[in-house]
Nanobody, 124 residues
Framework: QLQLVESGGGLVQPGGSLRLSCAAS????????IGWFRQAPGKEREGVSC????????NYADSVKGRFTISRDNAKNTVFLQMNSLKPEDTAVYYC?????????????????WGQGTQVTVSS
């Protein structure tokens, strides 16, 4: 059974860091592009970052560029999102997803299989 499980969320002060993990099971994740999305209360879900199956194509939303880094360890079937210099506006539920298409501009990302999400709260 295909499954994605996010972890690593939590409460952090502004300027702090978190590392999210997306562990895949039931399929070989290195065949697929993976995306990170987030949804803040009262807002639509938005694409944050994506990485291609081989890790050669990476894209970020403008709002996180220079602060977030996506990576993958195909041997562990896991994709990571390192989040630095966190801001209160980064507060959201973060989801990883197998993309239905390739890794592309984050505004055009579409997920096919989704994890359950992990809460990130940035607050003093």
């Amino acid at each position: 059974q295909l499954q994605l499980v996010e972890s690593g969320g939590g409460l952090v002060q502004p300027g702090g860091s978190l590392r999210l993990s997306c562990a895949a099971s039931g399929f070989i994740s290195d065949y697929y592009a993976i995306g990170w999305f987030r949804q803040a209360p009262g807002k639509e879900r938005e694409g944050v970052s994506c990485i291609s199956a081989g890790g050669y194509t990476i894209n970020y939303a403008d709002s996180v560029k220079g602060r977030f880094t996506i990576s993958r360890d195909n041997a562990k079937n896991t994709v990571f999102l390192q989040m630095n210099s966190l801001k209160p506006e980064d507060t959201a539920v973060y989801y990883c997803a197998v993309l239905s298409l390739s890794c592309r501009r984050t505004g055009d990302l579409a997920g096919k299989y989704w994890g359950q999400g992990t809460q990130v709260t940035v607050s003093s």
